[in-house]
């Protein structure tokens, strides 16, 4: 039977890898997403999960050995966080160029300035141009159904890449929230077998993954990828109608508007600072405020054409950059420069600029998103941005 | 639509079928700036070019009397022209030869 626990977002990302039916779960442990790892093998022990939990020795490893039991046919689960996240680098783009659907769980934390444990999405983020999907949940709800959703869509045949899945590290890795969970029997529905067809290692059938290609070879791999990802919108579209009706779920696939529709100001943002945001909406609303929000799902494929719908509606709109790119064309961030690249061709474009904000796992307080709502206000009655970056909580 | 040579196709994924003694779909030995170039007469069989080649480059013939070269996939690294014991193998430029592979339009 369904049934709704309290779970972090370590504990209800284990419950969708239980449900997922995974075949090989490779570990290394780093905190915040270690609990998950915990949490399978714990399953896996109790004889709750039927599969091959193999500890790496590192999160190099960890991705060699999903790589190679993904090229096997295996449905495959492993994740890190961190500089555990960068310290694989190597063999991200192997696996999507390999077309393997592999997925990844980042519970993000900050990369070693020298040592931090909060959350950050640089360590993700960093990772964004690798070939694989790549998208970020605000809640332990979103977290458990991300999961089960990326496996559909990574192993459609039309798509066949690899996931990142991602959540805040602390925020929603370890904060418990209820959690809905579907019966198996609806998961098995929306969620069938891993079938790799002839993509498969197999003894009767020798052939060679990952061989060395000609540099004139090289432009055409990259275009199957370019191929695979202009294919997967629709492909996300209908996989995330397939388990909004089967889960009885209300997802919009790329964008989620937050009292946006008479806004003038508002927030783009996404992950776990997207609650605090929805109470300082919500606040500000009670003080006369036009305030609203937009939270992003999807960051590969980037939704450049729902971005520029959504954000259409404000006069002025505040980008939250959690991650990091010193020296950018934002001088800060990277959502900034994605969110005014999808708003270029628009006969009227809103006011952007970015705040720095919930770096090195720094809470945004309530406090911080007045600020900014401040700084949006100004921007719309000057008719222009001062200035394209803030440092919320660092600056006047 | 795209149109992808024929000769720069690569199968889905990159997944060939496991190649007998070459991978013909994956030839690698165009970059090369130097190769190795061997002397029969002072070759005793000594097989460590066939031992050290990381590409498998060096072979013994069919009538096992000489070892030869596989230009298709051979890098110029020279480590067989280090390993040598015989100093039967010296290095030459690879745009002293009419075949030089960094001549050619398309590789081989």
Known sequence: ?396 | MFDIPKDRAVPFGCVTPAPDTEQPMMITGNWREYRPVIDQEKCNLCMNCVAFCPDACWQLDGAEEEVVWNAKYCKGCLVCVNECSTEALSKAYELDFPDGVVRLEKPF
């Open chain 1, 1 to 396: 039977m369904a049934k709704e626990l309290t779970l972090s977002g370590c504990a209800a990302a284990a419950q969708a890898i239980k449900m997922a039916k995974v075949d090989v779960i490779c570990s290394y442990p780093i905190r915040p997403y270690t609990a998950v790892m915990m949490e399978l093998a714990k399953m896996v022990n109790d004889g709750e999960l039927d599969a091959e939990f193999v500890h790496g020795e590192g999160e190099h490893a960890q991705l060699a050995v999903v790589y190679g039991a993904s090229a096997a046919g295996a449905r495959v689960f492993t994740g890190s966080a961190g500089v555990g996240v960068t310290y694989a680098f190597e063999n991200y783009s192997p696996i999507s160029g390999g077309r393997l659907p592999v997925q990844m769980m980042i519970a993000d934390r900050a990369l070693d300035p020298p040592g931090d444990f909060g959350s950050e999405h640089t360590d993700a983020m960093s990772a964004r141009d690798q070939g694989w999907i790549m998208g970020w949940a605000e809640t332990p709800q979103e977290a458990f159904d991300n999961h089960l959703i990326n496996y559909r869509v990574g192993e459609d045949r039309r798509v066949m890449l690899p996931q990142f899945v991602c959540q805040d590290g602390y925020f929603v890795s370890h904060i418990a929230a209820k959690v809905k969970l579907p019966d198996q029997a609806q998961v098995d529905e929306f969620l069938p077998e891993y079938d790799p067809g002839d993509h498969v290692l197999d003894p009767k059938k020798p052939c060679s993954h990952g061989p060395q290609i000609r540099p004139d070879q090289g432009a055409i791999m990259d275009l199957q990828r370019g191929e695979a990802f202009l294919a997967l919108p629709p492909v996300i579209e209908e996989v995330i109608d397939d388990y909004n009706r089967i889960m009885g779920r209300s997802y919009s696939p790329w964008v989620e508007e937050f009292m946006a529709d008479d806004a003038e100001i508002g927030f783009f943002l996404m992950g776990a600072h997207t609650a605090t945001a929805r109470h300082a909406v919500r606040h500000l609303r009670d003080q006369g405020v036009k305030a609203g929000l937009v939270k992003l799902r999807f960051v590969r494929p980037w939704p450049s054409q729902q971005v520029a719908e959504a954000l259409s509606k404000f006069k002025a709109v505040g980008v939250i950059e959690t991650s990091t790119s010193y020296g950018g064309s934002m001088r800060g961030g990277n959502l900034l420069a994605e969110v005014r690249a999808s708003l270029y061709d628009l006969p009227r474009r809103p006011l952007t600029t970015s705040f720095m904000a919930g770096l090195g796992g720094d809470v945004i307080p309530l406090q911080e998103f007045y600020w900014m709502a401040q700084k949006l206000a100004d921007a719309v009655k000057a008719g222009k941005v001062e200035k394209p970056v803030y440092w919320a909580g660092l600056e006047h």
